[in-house]
Protein backbone atom coordinates (compact mmCIF):
# COMPACT_ATOMS: atom_id res chain seq x y z
CA UNK A 1 0.00 0.00 0.00
CA UNK A 2 3.01 2.45 0.61
CA UNK A 3 4.58 1.56 -2.23
CA UNK A 4 1.20 2.39 -4.09
CA UNK A 5 1.09 5.57 -3.01
CA UNK A 6 4.76 6.45 -3.74
CA UNK A 7 4.31 5.60 -7.19
CA UNK A 8 1.22 7.93 -7.39
CA UNK A 9 3.19 11.16 -5.45
CA UNK A 10 6.23 10.55 -8.09
CA UNK A 11 3.82 10.13 -10.97
CA UNK A 12 1.65 13.38 -10.24
CA UNK A 13 4.92 15.33 -9.40
CA UNK A 14 6.11 14.16 -12.99
CA UNK A 15 3.19 15.47 -14.77
CA UNK A 16 2.97 18.65 -13.45
CA UNK A 17 6.91 19.17 -14.07
CA UNK A 18 5.90 18.03 -17.34
CA UNK A 19 3.17 20.39 -17.89
CA UNK A 20 5.84 23.09 -16.51
CA UNK A 21 8.35 22.17 -18.81
CA UNK A 22 5.56 22.29 -21.74
CA UNK A 23 4.41 25.72 -20.84
CA UNK A 24 7.33 27.24 -20.78
CA UNK A 25 8.83 25.92 -24.24
CA UNK A 26 5.35 27.14 -25.47
CA UNK A 27 6.29 30.55 -23.94
CA UNK A 28 9.86 30.91 -25.47
CA UNK A 29 7.97 29.95 -28.69
CA UNK A 30 5.47 32.45 -28.53
CA UNK A 31 8.23 35.14 -27.82
CA UNK A 32 10.18 33.75 -31.09
CA UNK A 33 7.12 33.63 -33.32
CA UNK A 34 8.67 35.18 -36.42
CA UNK A 35 6.06 35.12 -38.27
CA UNK A 36 4.23 37.92 -36.19
CA UNK A 37 6.89 39.94 -35.88
CA UNK A 38 7.17 40.10 -39.31
CA UNK A 39 3.76 40.81 -39.71
CA UNK A 40 4.55 43.54 -37.22
CA UNK A 41 7.33 45.12 -39.51
CA UNK A 42 5.17 44.90 -42.61
CA UNK A 43 2.28 47.01 -40.83
CA UNK A 44 5.02 49.31 -39.49
CA UNK A 45 5.00 48.82 -35.55
CA UNK A 46 8.74 49.07 -35.52
CA UNK A 47 8.72 49.44 -32.13
CA UNK A 48 6.30 46.94 -30.88
CA UNK A 49 8.75 44.51 -32.97
CA UNK A 50 11.96 45.47 -31.57
CA UNK A 51 10.74 45.31 -28.34
CA UNK A 52 9.83 41.65 -29.16
CA UNK A 53 13.31 41.06 -30.79
CA UNK A 54 15.37 42.53 -27.82
CA UNK A 55 13.04 41.02 -25.03
CA UNK A 56 12.60 37.71 -26.59
CA UNK A 57 15.36 34.33 -25.98
CA UNK A 58 15.71 33.57 -29.47
CA UNK A 59 18.69 32.60 -29.63
CA UNK A 60 19.22 29.62 -31.86
CA UNK A 61 21.66 29.86 -34.36
CA UNK A 62 18.93 29.49 -37.38
CA UNK A 63 17.27 31.97 -36.72
CA UNK A 64 20.11 34.61 -36.32
CA UNK A 65 19.63 35.68 -40.08
CA UNK A 66 16.10 36.34 -39.70
CA UNK A 67 16.69 38.18 -36.03
CA UNK A 68 19.19 40.39 -37.73
CA UNK A 69 17.06 40.98 -40.96
CA UNK A 70 14.01 42.44 -38.92
CA UNK A 71 16.21 44.37 -36.49
CA UNK A 72 17.92 45.90 -39.02
CA UNK A 73 15.15 46.69 -41.02
CA UNK A 74 12.86 48.04 -38.21
CA UNK A 75 15.77 50.32 -36.99
CA UNK A 76 16.30 51.18 -40.80
CA UNK A 77 12.40 52.49 -40.65
CA UNK A 78 13.19 54.51 -37.82
CA UNK A 79 15.79 56.26 -38.96
CA UNK A 80 18.16 54.56 -36.62
CA UNK A 81 20.56 54.00 -39.00
CA UNK A 82 23.66 52.96 -37.50
CA UNK A 83 22.05 50.80 -35.32
CA UNK A 84 20.42 49.39 -38.53
CA UNK A 85 23.77 48.60 -40.47
CA UNK A 86 25.11 46.71 -37.31
CA UNK A 87 22.67 44.18 -37.50
CA UNK A 88 21.91 44.65 -41.66
CA UNK A 89 25.41 43.54 -42.02
CA UNK A 90 25.17 40.54 -39.78
CA UNK A 91 22.92 38.66 -42.33
CA UNK A 92 24.66 36.10 -43.65
CA UNK A 93 24.77 34.92 -47.55
CA UNK A 94 22.93 31.75 -46.37
CA UNK A 95 19.64 34.11 -46.17
CA UNK A 96 17.16 34.84 -48.66
CA UNK A 97 17.52 38.80 -46.60
CA UNK A 98 21.36 38.73 -47.60
CA UNK A 99 21.34 41.13 -50.71
CA UNK A 100 19.02 43.42 -49.57
CA UNK A 101 20.27 43.60 -46.09
CA UNK A 102 23.65 44.47 -47.21
CA UNK A 103 22.76 47.07 -49.62
CA UNK A 104 20.68 48.80 -47.48
CA UNK A 105 23.79 48.45 -44.80
CA UNK A 106 25.71 50.38 -47.32
CA UNK A 107 22.97 53.11 -48.10
CA UNK A 108 22.81 53.46 -43.97
CA UNK A 109 26.90 54.01 -44.18
CA UNK A 110 26.64 56.49 -46.56
CA UNK A 111 23.87 58.09 -45.30
CA UNK A 112 26.27 58.77 -41.98
CA UNK A 113 29.03 59.84 -44.19
CA UNK A 114 30.93 56.41 -43.45
CA UNK A 115 32.19 56.34 -47.18
CA UNK A 116 34.92 53.93 -46.67
CA UNK A 117 32.70 51.21 -44.70
CA UNK A 118 29.89 51.82 -47.47
CA UNK A 119 32.66 50.96 -50.04
CA UNK A 120 33.58 48.02 -48.39
CA UNK A 121 30.22 46.63 -47.67
CA UNK A 122 29.26 47.39 -51.03
CA UNK A 123 32.81 45.55 -52.86
CA UNK A 124 31.91 42.55 -50.84
CA UNK A 125 28.16 41.67 -51.45
CA UNK A 126 28.34 38.44 -53.45
CA UNK A 127 26.21 39.60 -56.96
CA UNK A 128 25.30 36.78 -59.04
CA UNK A 129 23.03 37.96 -61.64
CA UNK A 130 23.56 41.11 -64.20
CA UNK A 131 20.68 43.01 -62.39
CA UNK A 132 22.64 42.88 -59.18
CA UNK A 133 25.79 43.57 -60.62
CA UNK A 134 24.66 46.54 -62.26
CA UNK A 135 23.00 48.04 -59.11
CA UNK A 136 26.07 47.21 -57.09
CA UNK A 137 28.15 49.46 -60.23
CA UNK A 138 25.32 51.69 -59.74
CA UNK A 139 25.50 52.33 -55.65
CA UNK A 140 29.14 52.51 -55.79
CA UNK A 141 29.31 55.23 -58.30
CA UNK A 142 26.91 57.01 -56.07
CA UNK A 143 28.77 56.78 -53.45
CA UNK A 144 31.83 58.34 -55.43
CA UNK A 145 29.47 61.52 -56.30
CA UNK A 146 28.35 61.93 -52.58
CA UNK A 147 32.53 62.19 -52.00
CA UNK A 148 32.49 64.78 -55.00
CA UNK A 149 34.67 62.01 -57.16
CA UNK A 150 33.14 63.04 -60.82
CA UNK A 151 36.21 60.39 -62.33
CA UNK A 152 35.52 57.71 -60.45
CA UNK A 153 31.61 57.82 -61.08
CA UNK A 154 31.74 58.08 -64.17
CA UNK A 155 34.06 54.56 -64.60
CA UNK A 156 31.70 52.61 -62.26
CA UNK A 157 28.30 54.16 -64.09
CA UNK A 158 30.31 53.16 -67.48
CA UNK A 159 29.51 49.72 -65.71
CA UNK A 160 26.40 50.25 -64.66
CA UNK A 161 23.27 48.55 -67.40
CA UNK A 162 20.74 51.16 -67.17
CA UNK A 163 18.16 49.37 -69.27
CA UNK A 164 16.84 47.82 -66.14
CA UNK A 165 13.73 49.65 -64.99
CA UNK A 166 14.79 49.93 -61.36
CA UNK A 167 17.82 52.08 -62.73
CA UNK A 168 16.52 54.01 -65.61
CA UNK A 169 14.78 56.86 -64.10
CA UNK A 170 17.17 57.17 -60.75
CA UNK A 171 20.38 56.92 -63.51
CA UNK A 172 19.23 59.82 -65.40
CA UNK A 173 18.90 62.25 -62.54
CA UNK A 174 22.26 61.21 -61.22
CA UNK A 175 23.87 61.67 -64.24
CA UNK A 176 22.26 65.59 -64.37
CA UNK A 177 24.10 66.25 -60.38
CA UNK A 178 26.96 65.27 -62.12
CA UNK A 179 26.98 67.50 -64.68
CA UNK A 180 25.85 69.76 -62.57
CA UNK A 181 28.56 69.19 -59.98
CA UNK A 182 31.14 69.50 -62.90
CA UNK A 183 29.58 72.76 -64.16
CA UNK A 184 29.43 74.26 -60.70
CA UNK A 185 32.14 77.38 -59.42
CA UNK A 186 32.82 77.39 -56.06
CA UNK A 187 32.86 81.00 -54.78
CA UNK A 188 35.51 82.03 -52.22
CA UNK A 189 34.68 83.66 -48.61
CA UNK A 190 38.12 85.01 -49.13
CA UNK A 191 37.37 86.98 -52.18
CA UNK A 192 33.67 87.87 -50.65
CA UNK A 193 35.54 89.66 -47.37
CA UNK A 194 37.78 91.54 -49.60
CA UNK A 195 35.54 92.75 -51.96
CA UNK A 196 33.04 94.07 -49.62
CA UNK A 197 36.15 95.84 -48.09
CA UNK A 198 37.16 97.28 -51.00
CA UNK A 199 33.54 98.22 -51.87
CA UNK A 200 30.74 97.44 -49.30
CA UNK A 201 28.04 95.14 -50.21
CA UNK A 202 30.13 94.24 -53.07
CA UNK A 203 31.15 90.55 -51.24
CA UNK A 204 27.25 89.92 -51.26
CA UNK A 205 26.97 90.60 -55.11
CA UNK A 206 29.58 87.76 -55.63
CA UNK A 207 27.40 85.65 -53.66
CA UNK A 208 24.61 86.49 -55.53
CA UNK A 209 22.74 88.41 -53.37
CA UNK A 210 22.07 91.11 -55.38
CA UNK A 211 19.39 92.83 -53.03
CA UNK A 212 21.44 92.76 -49.84
CA UNK A 213 24.45 93.84 -51.41
CA UNK A 214 22.31 96.78 -52.10
CA UNK A 215 20.91 97.79 -49.52
CA UNK A 216 24.49 96.85 -47.62
CA UNK A 217 26.32 99.22 -50.06
CA UNK A 218 23.74 101.99 -49.29
CA UNK A 219 23.44 101.53 -45.43
CA UNK A 220 27.05 101.70 -45.09
CA UNK A 221 28.24 104.65 -47.37
CA UNK A 222 25.61 106.04 -46.42
CA UNK A 223 27.10 106.14 -42.59
CA UNK A 224 30.63 106.80 -44.00
CA UNK A 225 29.33 110.30 -45.86
CA UNK A 226 27.39 111.51 -42.29
CA UNK A 227 30.66 110.52 -40.29
CA UNK A 228 33.29 112.60 -42.33
CA UNK A 229 30.32 115.59 -42.73
CA UNK A 230 30.50 116.16 -38.75
CA UNK A 231 34.21 114.98 -38.76
CA UNK A 232 34.63 117.98 -41.08
CA UNK A 233 32.43 120.19 -39.50
CA UNK A 234 32.85 119.28 -35.55
CA UNK A 235 36.43 117.44 -35.47
CA UNK A 236 37.11 114.03 -34.26
CA UNK A 237 35.97 114.39 -30.78
CA UNK A 238 32.54 115.14 -31.62
CA UNK A 239 29.95 113.46 -30.05
CA UNK A 240 27.83 112.91 -33.42
CA UNK A 241 31.50 112.15 -34.96
CA UNK A 242 32.18 109.42 -32.72
CA UNK A 243 28.69 107.84 -32.96
CA UNK A 244 28.11 107.90 -36.26
CA UNK A 245 31.59 106.57 -36.58
CA UNK A 246 31.00 103.81 -34.43
CA UNK A 247 28.01 102.60 -36.44
CA UNK A 248 29.70 102.80 -39.58
CA UNK A 249 33.07 100.89 -38.22
CA UNK A 250 29.90 98.24 -37.09
CA UNK A 251 28.44 98.54 -41.15
CA UNK A 252 31.59 97.77 -42.29
CA UNK A 253 32.88 94.90 -40.21
CA UNK A 254 29.06 93.33 -40.29
CA UNK A 255 29.20 93.83 -43.93
CA UNK A 256 32.32 92.00 -44.88
CA UNK A 257 31.59 89.32 -41.78
CA UNK A 258 28.34 89.13 -43.62
CA UNK A 259 29.22 88.40 -46.88
CA UNK A 260 31.87 85.54 -46.10
CA UNK A 261 29.23 84.11 -43.94
CA UNK A 262 27.26 84.25 -47.17
CA UNK A 263 29.33 82.30 -49.26
CA UNK A 264 29.83 79.56 -47.01
CA UNK A 265 26.02 79.29 -46.34
CA UNK A 266 25.46 78.49 -49.94
CA UNK A 267 28.29 76.30 -49.99
CA UNK A 268 26.82 74.38 -47.12
CA UNK A 269 23.45 74.50 -48.84
CA UNK A 270 24.51 73.85 -52.51
CA UNK A 271 26.67 70.61 -51.17
CA UNK A 272 23.33 69.28 -48.62
CA UNK A 273 21.09 69.91 -51.66
CA UNK A 274 23.49 67.77 -53.80
CA UNK A 275 23.65 65.21 -51.14
CA UNK A 276 20.13 64.33 -50.46
CA UNK A 277 19.50 64.38 -54.38
CA UNK A 278 22.30 61.92 -54.50
CA UNK A 279 20.86 59.63 -52.10
CA UNK A 280 17.35 59.70 -52.77
CA UNK A 281 18.17 58.38 -56.72
CA UNK A 282 20.60 55.76 -54.92
CA UNK A 283 17.64 54.92 -52.47
CA UNK A 284 15.03 54.57 -55.20
CA UNK A 285 16.71 51.77 -57.27
CA UNK A 286 16.72 49.65 -53.74
CA UNK A 287 12.71 50.21 -53.06
CA UNK A 288 12.55 49.13 -56.39
CA UNK A 289 14.67 46.21 -56.60
CA UNK A 290 14.16 44.68 -53.24
CA UNK A 291 9.97 45.99 -52.12
CA UNK A 292 8.44 43.96 -54.28
Known amino acids: MGSRIFFIVKFGQAVILLCFTSLSFSQESDNCDLKFIDHLVNKGNYEEALFLLDSSDCSSVHLNDSINYLKGWSLYSLKRLLSSSESLIKVTSASEFYMKSHFFAAYDFMHLG ?86 PGSGK ?8 AISAFIATTGLGLVTWENYRKSGLNSFKTIAFGTAFAFSYVANIYGSVISINVLETEFRNNVKNSILFNLHIPLRNSFDK
Open 114 to 199: AYSNALETLSNIKVISEKEISLRNYEIAGLHLLQGNVTMFEDSFSKTNKNFYELSGSSENLQKISEELKKHKRKSPLIAGLFSGII
Open 205 to 212: FYSGKKGE
